[in-house]
């Protein structure tokens, strides 16, 4: 599967902003999705996942309530609706392929990882 992140962008602190994720060339549907942000001399952390049927979500405990992962499998798409933006979530964000599904929060369970897109929230 093919992925490709896309609507970052520079907003405010305190702003909403949605990423997508557009799936390309395997079955979207059979794979639980997951995003991903690295920060400037960070690791790559793990933000929100999402099942296959998109009934299992999680989230990291620095966006929960705050972030809201979802998937539109006829669409095959992928997205994370992020709102009360803080000047710590500047990042590039990647999203992540799951083959077996899961709503992981494990960076090593994600096969397939696409280009990130970045996101800055000025204060």
């Known amino acids: 599967v093919q992925l490709q992140a896309s609507g970052g962008g520079l907003v405010q602190a305190g702003d909403s902003l949605r990423l997508s994720c557009a799936a390309s060339?395997?079955?979207?549907?059979?794979?639980?999705m997951g995003w991903f942000r690295q920060a400037p001399g960070k690791e790559r952390e793990f933000v929100a996942g999402?099942?296959?049927?998109?009934?299992?979500?999680n989230y990291a405990g620095s966006v929960k309530g705050r972030f809201t992962i979802s998937r539109d499998n006829a669409k095959n798409t992928l997205y994370l609706q992020m709102s009360r933006l803080k000047p710590e979530d500047t990042a590039v964000y990647y999203c992540?392929?799951?083959?077996?599904?899961?709503?992981?929060?494990?960076?090593?369970?994600?096969?397939?990882w696409g280009r990130g897109t970045l996101v800055t929230v000025s204060s």
């Open positions: 060339g395997s079955t979207f549907s059979a794979y639980g």
């Open positions: 999402v099942s296959r049927s998109g009934v299992s979500v």
């Open positions: 992540a392929a799951d083959r077996d599904g899961r709503a992981t929060g494990n960076i090593r369970d994600y096969d397939y």
